[in-house]
């Protein structure tokens, strides 16, 4: 079936650094990812959509500047936490779909990142 | 606006015993599909099973099956023969076209 692999799937950083987690379709053309956080025993919440070829769309109340999104790519994704503090510490998820797959069918997840910022 | 509601944060099972976890959701769209995604303490998000909103036939996968009751907008699972491997995260989810739609998640505790 349909792989999507995410690295690194742990990463810990002092304050103020920038943070890069790819996101990788392995056998099928992603024309659209999709990025969510997941704080401790809660659920999933969507980010941002990344379009190939195309700018993100942020869901309200998530900083453009702070998580930018590159899907320059049909098999990759990325997301960098510019200039991370200890409060965008989290589990972060992408998801990969693609139209010509049909719309409805299961979005496919990576493991996710955990996210330490120190 | 669509809303996945799970009322019931927490559930505990016997083995070889059926649980049933409740959903229901709202959304103004008439084409969209209801999953339901299985996280254990991995935090890997695993497909149980997923239902078209079109099809009156309830979905089963082996042990898995829903209640989809689609006037009502409730979409629950059952499990049946309750393994100690099912302790989880589960997750109702929404897609009516767009990113999926989480709802808050039911702990399940299998004990022996």
């Known amino acids: 079936g349909a792989v999507v692999s995410q690295h690194p799937s742990w990463v810990i950083c002092k304050s103020g650094t920038s943070v890069k987690i790819e996101c990788r379709s392995l056998d099928f053309q992603a024309t659209t990812m999709f990025w969510y956080r997941q704080f401790p025993k809660q659920s999933l919440m969507l980010m941002a959509t990344?379009?190939?070829?195309?700018?993100?769309?942020?869901e309200q109340g998530v900083e453009k500047d702070k998580f930018l999104i590159n899907h320059a790519s049909l098999t990759l994704s990325t997301l960098t936490v510019t200039s991370a503090h200890p409060e965008d510490s989290s589990f972060y998820i992408c998801s990969a779909g693609t139209p010509q797959r049909g719309w409805r069918q299961p979005q496919h997840f990576g493991d996710g990142t955990r996210l330490s910022i120190l | 606006a669509q809303t996945v509601t799970q009322s019931q944060p927490e559930m505990s099972v016997q083995e070889a015993e059926t649980v049933t976890l409740s959903c229901t959701y709202d959304t103004s769209e008439s084409d969209y599909y209801l999953f339901w995604y299985k996280q254990p303490p991995s935090r890997q998000m695993i497909l149980v099973i997923r239902?078209?909103?079109?099809?009156?036939q309830n979905a089963t996968e082996n042990r898995f099956s829903v209640n989809f009751q689609k006037a009502a907008k409730s979409f629950s699972l059952k499990i049946s023969d309750s393994q100690l491997g099912d302790a989880a995260m589960y997750f109702c989810?929404?897609?009516?076209?767009?990113?999926?739609?989480f709802g808050k998640g039911t702990s399940l505790l299998v004990t022996p």
């Open positions: 990344s379009n190939e070829g195309s700018k993100a769309t942020y």
């Open positions: 239902q078209e909103a079109y099809k009156q």
């Open positions: 989810a929404l897609d009516a076209g767009y990113a999926l739609n």
